[in-house]
């Protein structure tokens, strides 16, 4: 009977694994269309409001992207905290926070970092050109990451649970 426990323990344990890693992928694929939503909004309030860029993202963050770890939540408090620094290192620093806990991929991180280089310093039809690039290159990752996540994502389960058959094997 013990043996029988640990063996179902095992098997429970690998499977975990697989729908750990699974459930890691969802959470990244969730936060590139976090973003790619938010430089849709950036630009479409700099095009219809002509706000000015920091006003633009205090108002994002308190009526549309209300999740307190947000992109824009994160960039709105650095801004509220050193209005005196530059858009495009509170823009980085806040990136850098965003894709610590969100698990962004490279690809993902240089798009937004690309962006943040040059945010705020170009009159606002260059502005809007350039989120809205970006935005379709982040919806172009999405795609191409979703597509990816399905192929791998029963086969990542199946695989936690033969590799928890397999250990059992072993022991017995």
């Given at each position: 009977m013990l043996k029988l426990l640990g063996a179902m323990l095992i098997i429970a344990a690998c499977t975990a694994l697989?729908?750990?890693s699974v459930t890691k992928n969802r959470k990244t694929l969730?936060?590139?269309?976090?973003?790619?939503?938010?430089?849709?909004?950036?630009?479409r309030s700099i095009n219809f409001q002509l706000d000015p860029l920091p006003d633009v993202i205090h108002r994002l963050g308190r009526e549309q992207f209300v999740d307190e770890d947000s992109f824009i939540n994160l960039l709105s408090s650095q801004i509220y905290t050193?209005?005196?620094?530059?858009?495009?290192?509170?823009?980085?620093?806040?990136?850098?926070t965003f894709s610590q806990t969100h698990h962004l991929p490279q690809k993902a991180f240089?798009?937004?970092?690309?962006?943040?280089?040059?945010?705020?310093?170009?009159?606002?039809e260059t502005e809007i050109h350039r989120l809205t690039a970006g935005q379709k290159a982040l919806d172009e990752l999405h795609t191409k990451m979703n597509h990816e996540t399905a192929?791998?994502?029963?086969?990542?389960?199946?695989?936690?649970?033969?590799?928890?058959?397999?250990i059992v094997i072993l022991l017995l």
């Open positions: 697989g729908i750990k969730k936060a590139i269309t976090t973003l790619s939503d938010t430089l849709s909004e950036i630009a050193a209005p005196e620094k530059p858009l495009s290192e509170l823009w980085h620093n806040a990136l850098q240089s798009i937004m970092t690309d962006i943040g280089e040059s945010i705020g310093k170009m009159d606002y192929k791998t994502e029963k086969m990542t389960k199946s695989l936690g649970l033969i590799l928890g058959v397999f």
